[in-house]
Nanobody, 123 residues
């Protein structure tokens, strides 16, 4: 059974950076697409970024393109989300999730979820 644990959230000023980690155990991430999602208070959960199984293809929501980077460290069995130029509207709980398929194919049908990590962007 794949288990995911997020970390790296916190309070940061606008324009600052954070790096979120999604550490996997119970299976290798080589078999999974990994997506990052976020949910702000009173809003629906949205897909932020995705990386395919090989790590060679990535997708980003328009709202984060050019500011966020998703990448994979196979040796650590971890996927990271580097977030730069953070804005107050990036404030949310961030979740990582895994799907047993080859390509991202959108932000639906993810099977395994982490518990989330809070990101707050405020001065």
């Amino acid at each position: 059974q794949l288990q995911l644990v997020e970390s790296g959230g916190g309070l940061v000023q606008p324009g600052g950076s954070l790096r979120l980690s999604c550490a996997a155990s119970g299976n290798t991430l080589d078999y999974y697409v990994i997506g990052w999602f976020r949910q702000a208070p009173g809003k629906e959960r949205e897909g932020v970024s995705c990386i395919n199984r090989s790590g060679g293809r990535t997708n980003y929501a328009d709202s984060v393109k050019g500011r966020f980077t998703i990448y994979k460290d196979n040796a650590q069995n971890t996927v990271y989300l580097q977030m730069n130029s953070l804005k107050p509207e990036d404030t949310a709980i961030y979740y990582c999730a895994a799907a047993a398929r080859v390509y991202c194919s959108g932000y639906n049908s993810y099977d395994y979820w982490g518990q989330g990590t809070q990101v707050t962007v405020s001065s």
